[in-house]
Nanobody, 125 residues
Framework: PLVESGGGLVQPGGSLRLSCAAS????????IGWFRQAPGKEREGVSC????????NYADSVKGRFTISKDHAKNTVYLQMNSLKPEDTGVYYC????????????????????WGQGTQVTVSS
């Protein structure tokens, strides 16, 4: 029910915008998160956006460079990635994530579901 797109090869310092199209679930009721996995490394949380008022959360490594947003009409979540670095390379996945008692989304892969198939992002010169 979640399909990612927008990955590709980009030079360091460049930008990409990833999309996560949701079907069968509505962003009014589901928080969505982006995760990434580099070769030989564990999957890590990148950013998420809550279901209600759209509060956002970012990993420290991407703060100030990545921006998450959503379009309810298109039922799609976006991840705008600027100032990309080689260490941002990996397969990027979106998934439905949990929200805590304050309705803030949390980036815990083990508690997430409805994973997409992933889209490859490669940052290299």
């Amino acid at each position: 029910p979640l399909v990612e797109s927008g990955g590709g090869l980009v030079q360091p310092g460049g930008s990409l915008r990833l999309s996560c199209a949701a079907s069968g679930l509505t962003l009014d009721y589901y928080a969505i998160g982006w995760f990434r996995q580099a070769p030989g490394k564990e999957r890590e949380g990148v950013s998420c956006i809550s279901s209600g008022d759209g509060r956002v959360n970012y990993a420290d490594s991407v703060k100030g460079r990545f921006t998450i947003s959503k379009d309810h009409a298109k039922n799609t979540v976006y991840l705008q990635m600027n100032s990309l670095k080689p260490e941002d390379t990996g397969v990027y996945y979106c998934a439905a994530v949990k929200e805590n008692w304050a309705q803030q989304c949390v980036l815990t892969p083990e508690d997430s579901e409805y994973w997409g198939q992933g889209t490859q992002v490669t940052v290299s010169s």
